[in-house]
Nanobody, 122 residues
């Protein structure tokens, strides 16, 4: 599975950005996808995930401001970010988790896209 993230940039506090993750496999065949972020000097943290059934979960810090959803027309998983704050500044990474059956057992597979920089600054 190949992931290609895009949509980052510079935005003022209170502004909006939409990140998009293009996926090489049908997004509805993937167990779980999501977005992580990593700010300078900090560990990578979960931002949002969306399950196979379409249920989304969010970090407390972004609840009510960010929305993670699947765009079937473009086969992407997007992250709509509103009311951005300087603390949202980070490199954002697209993530996919896929279980693969090899004929005898299931294996757990994690995939990462390259990061896209989001900077929130006046």
């Amino acid at each position: 599975v190949q992931l290609q993230a895009s949509g980052g940039g510079l935005v003022q506090p209170g502004g909006s950005l939409r990140l998009s993750c293009a996926v090489s496999r049908n997004i509805f065949s993937i167990n779980r996808m999501g977005w992580y972020r990593q700010a300078p000097g900090k560990q990578r943290e979960l931002v949002a995930t969306i399950s196979f059934s379409g249920e989304a979960d969010y970090a407390d810090s972004v609840k009510g401001r960010f929305t993670c959803f699947r765009d079937s027309a473009n086969n992407t998983v997007d992250l709509q970010m509103n009311s951005l704050k300087p603390d949202d500044t980070a490199v954002y990474y697209c993530y996919a988790y896929l279980q693969i059956w090899d004929g005898r057992s299931w294996s757990d597979n994690d995939y990462w896209g390259q990061g896209t920089q989001v900077t929130v600054s006046p």
